[in-house]
């Protein structure tokens, strides 16, 4: 999604991409988003450019799990900023024509801002989504890659240690 600013609405997103990516990313959005974070919510919701977010909590205890933030891709992979109340952030990427099998190590390769590519193992939380502890060089970058599963996707990360101070006030003050 060259060109396009974290100013952007997510309707404006949906609109751009291809009708069978757009479809995907609805669907995504409106069915799989509470799966790829393993809760019920989101509550106390928040929109930041591009990215939408929340806290989410424990379906069986209803206890504070985690904050999270997405946005979808051009790809129809939608990308998951998380942390929890340790603070221990991650990325997840979910895509619901992956079928992959839970608990199994995914190999990824991440960009950031044009680099080198680096390796990094995924683990499959369920059969849609994958997730790798957050790379310090994520914070600081303005773009990044990522392949998994033979796909590449990216996303825009102007803002993201705005975003990333919004997640972390939402993980403070649940």
């Keep these: 999604m060259d060109g396009l600013s974290n100013g952007c609405t997510f309707g404006g997103v949906v609109e751009m991409l291809r009708p069978s990516a757009r479809a995907m990313a609805v669907g995504v959005l409106l069915f799989l988003l509470p799966t790829a974070v393993q809760a019920a919510g989101p509550t106390r919701v928040f929109p930041f450019g591009l990215w939408s977010g929340g806290a989410y909590t424990d379906d069986q205890t209803g206890a504070f799990s985690r904050c999270a933030a997405y946005v979808p891709n051009n790809s129809g992979v939608v990308t998951v900023v998380t942390v929890d109340r340790s603070f221990d952030w991650s990325l997840r990427f979910v895509d ?3 079928a992959l099998t839970p608990k199994a190590q995914i190999p990824i390769q991440l960009h950031f801002d044009g680099g080198p590519a680096s390796g ?34 990216s996303s825009n990360l102007n803002f993201m240690s705005r975003l990333m101070f919004l997640l972390a006030n939402c993980a403070r003050t649940e």
């Design 96 to 98: 619901p024509g992956w």
């Design 120 to 153: 990094a193992v995924g683990t499959a939380l369920t059969p849609t989504m994958v997730e790798v502890p957050m790379p310090d060089n994520f914070r600081n970058s303005l773009q990044m890659s990522a392949q998994a599963q033979g796909q590449w996707f």
